[in-house]
């Protein structure tokens, strides 16, 4: 069993920029792929992008450029960076675990809140 914690979440200004964070407990956080995924008030889940296992990274072609995922295996923590915030980037980010190379999610956080004030 793998639990996710997000965190990081909040208020910000158009602009600016978050770093959200995913704890991860167990010992097993190098096994897995690490997504990214948000979901805004009425809308269908979104996917953001991932870090594989061994650090390489992809993202949609609507997420290229404003957002950036990283891992620290030593810390069991996955990040997702969001630079130059926009009202529409507000929703529930939420982090996933993989053990099939992003085709699925095993595991799933209980998200953390990101809302851009204009």
């Known amino acids: 069993q793998v639990q996710l914690v997000e965190s990081g979440g909040g208020l910000v200004q158009t602009g600016g920029s978050l770093r959200l964070s995913c704890a991860t407990s167990?010992?097993?956080?190098?096994?897995?792929?690490m997504g990214w995924f948000r979901q805004a008030p009425g809308k269908e889940r979104e996917f953001v992008g991932l870090v594989w296992r061994d650090g390489s990274t992809f993202y949609p072609d609507s997420m290229k450029g404003r957002f950036s995922i990283s891992r620290d295996n030593a810390e069991n923590t996955v990040y997702l960076q969001i630079n130059s915030l926009k009202p529409e980037d507000t929703a529930v980010y939420y982090c996933?675990?993989?053990?099939?190379?992003?085709?699925?999610?095993?595991?799933w956080g209980q998200g953390t809140q990101v809302t851009v004030s204009s």
């Open positions: 167990g010992r097993t956080f190098r096994r897995y792929d």
């Open positions: 996933a675990a993989s053990s099939n190379y992003g085709q699925a999610y095993d595991y």
